[in-house]
């Protein structure tokens, strides 16, 4: 099982702060499980539905979308961060 979190505004269009997952064989890259999550109901794919823009950090660690997933503990995901 993999621990989701979502953050900011993904976590507001979502419902929920974190779930736990078995990810499918078939997600293998972030893209992959981000196009999984949006077949997971209408809140997941409002949330994602500009998946280009969303951040990911596997293990704690910002990943690009083409990254292979592994088997990971957690998995956040959130929109882009500004700073200041």
Sequence with gaps: MTK???FAW???RIGKS???MALPASVVTV???LNHL???GEEYETALQFP???RVAVDQEHVEHDEPIGNPKE???FP???GG
Excluded: F, W
Aim: glycine fraction near 4%.
């Design 18 to 20: 974190e779930e736990e």
């Design 4 to 6: 989701l979190v979502y």
């Design 80 to 82: 882009p961060m500004t």
């Design 52 to 54: 280009d823009v969303i």
């Design 31 to 33: 893209a992959d499980l």
């Design 75 to 77: 998995i956040g995901i």
């Design 38 to 40: 949006k077949t997971m």
């Design 10 to 12: 993904v976590r507001e």
